[in-house]
Antibody, heavy 121, light 113 residues
Framework: QVQLVQSGAEVKKPGASVKVSCKAS????????IHWVRQAPGQGLEWMGR????????GYAQKFQGRVTMTRDTSISTAYMELSRLRSDDSAVYYC??????????????WGQGTLVTVSS | DIVMTQSPDSLAVSLGERATINCKSS????????????LAWYQQKPGQPPKLLIY???TRESGVPDRFRGSGSGTDFTLTISSLQAEDVAVYYC?????????FGGGTKVEIK
């Protein structure tokens, strides 16, 4: 069965960076994209960007350009999202999610369990 | 970016009654070359990640009960729960994937009246 398992909760100080991992299993990792979506407390869903797990090509939401880096390690079927220069309003649950490689299939059929990132001095 | 606007923000429906959620996009998400609307619906229960319900505006994901129905085309879409069950209490989100910059609606909270 398809699973996306994320790393554990993080507490960071403002200005620091955080790196969240997402380990995939149950499918061929390189046949899909991994996307990152975040959700601030009590708020809606916000798309951050995607990585092509095969080529490593990325696309980021304009809001996060320059602050986010998405990478992957195909040898261990794991994707990573690093967010730098953290602010208090970056406190949120960060989700990884799987989507197809074609635009027609850029919906999220499997999600990780979420990683809570708290930014506090 | 394509802006997705959901209405209402919340609704309370009696068990067994119909719930209707609307989603409007700021531009058409209909891909004319294949006549598919690039619109998905998700259900999120407290403390859980979202769950895919519907894609291509009206195709139910495997295992999703048939009381969930997606409809609409172009810029106006609807998610209908034909007979609300207690386990359907959740927040529902629409998402467009027509643009490479993906966007979600603000969510609609469904409760029991």
């Amino acid at each position: 069965q398809v699973q996306l398992v994320q790393s554990g909760a993080e507490v960071k100080k403002p200005g620091a960076s955080v790196k969240v991992s997402c380990k995939a299993s149950g499918y061929t990792f390189t046949n899909y994209y991994i996307h990152w979506v975040r959700q601030a407390p009590g708020q809606g869903l916000e798309w951050m960007g995607r990585i092509n797990a095969n080529s490593g090509g990325t696309g980021y939401a304009q809001k996060f350009q320059g602050r986010v880096t998405m990478t992957r390690d195909t040898s261990i079927s794991t994707a990573y999202m690093e967010l730098s220069r953290l602010r208090s309003d970056d406190s949120a649950v960060y989700y990884c999610a799987r989507a197809g490689v074609e635009m027609a299939t850029m919906y999220f059929d499997y999600w990780g369990q979420g990683t809570l990132v708290t930014v506090s001095s | 970016d394509i802006v997705m606007t959901q209405s209402p923000d919340s609704l309370a429906v009696s068990l067994g009654e119909r719930a209707t959620i609307n989603c409007k996009s700021s531009q058409s998400v209909l891909y004319t070359s294949n006549n598919k609307n690039y619109l998905a619906w998700y259900q999120q229960k407290p403390g859980q990640p979202p769950k895919l319900l519907i894609y291509w505006a009206s195709t139910r994901e495997s295992g999703v009960p048939d009381r969930f129905r997606g409809s609409g085309s172009g810029t106006d879409f609807t998610l209908t729960i034909s007979s609300l069950q207690a386990e359907d209490v959740a927040v529902y989100y629409c998402q467009q994937y027509y643009s490479t910059s993906l966007t979600f609606g603000g969510g609609t909270k469904v409760e029991i009246k």
